[in-house]
């Protein structure tokens, strides 16, 4: 009888001791989501590109954006801003953004060109690229305002610190 309840303390204790299962990690989206950014009155779907392979890699190989798709790319510092084309299959209008989220410039690319694109403006913080035409074709323009609230929730729920990109 001893032995019986000393091994029913013995077990109980041990079972005591086991770890706890952990929560389940929460599983950030990956670059194919797309989130909804408000662009002047346009509301876009867009792919969030933060890290620098992201960013390098970009719309390359992609042979077809939906009528408000595009990409954003953000980065943690101001400055002038440099795209290409490389392995791009489609015209890509860009438009270079400061960090309080007005519209700067808007520029066209085109498919392929292995020459740069480098924003006039010294003060961009993020780019937004979207087909050829689609800015002019729905009205945004430079002093336009990309909705910094749509791409902080973006940025968090890709699993990147928001205030390292955006103010």
């Known amino acids: 009888m001893f032995r019986s309840l000393l091994l029913v303390l013995v077990l109980g204790f041990a079972a005591c001791d086991r770890p706890r299962p952990e929560a389940a990690p929460v599983r950030e989206l990956g670059l194919e989501t797309r989130f909804p950014v408000r662009m002047g009155e346009v509301l876009a779907q867009v792919r969030v590109a933060v890290s620098d392979l992201e960013k390098a890699r970009g719309l390359m190989g992609v042979a077809r954006l939906e009528e408000a798709e595009g990409m954003a790319f953000l980065y943690d510092e101001d400055g002038p801003m440099s795209f290409w084309m490389k392995n791009t299959l489609i015209d890509l209008d860009i438009a270079f953004v400061g960090r309080d989220g007005t519209i700067l ?29 689609w800015f002019r074709d729905f009205g945004v323009k430079p002093g336009d305002r990309v909705n910094l609230q749509d791409l902080r929730s973006a940025v968090r729920a890709r699993g990147y610190d928001v205030k390292k990109f955006l103010p």
């Open 105 to 133: 410039e808007v520029r066209t690319m085109t498919a392929g060109d292995t020459e740069t694109t480098t924003s006039v403006t010294r003060q961009a913080r993020f780019a937004v690229e979207m087909r050829a035409g």
